[in-house]
């Protein structure tokens, strides 16, 4: 994982691509699948959720994803949360720049 700041966000591009229009997915769930493409000698799923994080506020910023808890929308991150596409998107966003994801991460 050459960038992990990018691979965070189009981890979460794909995933919810992958998905029903309205589903969503967990943070976790983004984690796991960037610790997966680079087991074993990769770092765990927890240890790669401040990217993720990052990645998400940046998603976030660019109107990409909309996030929510227990169904009820969520303007930002904070506690618990699921990831969904943003209303109208059409799921081919463009990736932010690594650098702007790498900033958000160590939020």
Aim: glycine letters at 8%; aromatic letters at 2%.
């Amino acid at each position: 994982m050459d960038d992990p700041a990018r691979a965070a966000s189009e981890t979460v591009l794909a995933l919810l691509a992958e998905r029903a229009t309205g589903a969503t997915i967990c943070p976790s769930e983004v984690a796991r699948a960037l610790a997966d493409a680079t087991a074993p000698a990769g770092p765990g799923w927890r240890d790669l959720m401040p990217i993720v994080h990052g990645a998400i506020d940046r998603l976030l910023d660019d109107d990409s994803v909309s996030l929510s808890w227990k169904g009820k929308p969520l303007a930002t991150r904070a506690g618990p949360y699921r990831i969904a596409r943003a209303p109208g998107s059409d799921g081919n966003e463009a990736i932010p720049p690594a650098a702007d994801i790498a900033d958000r991460a160590e939020r």
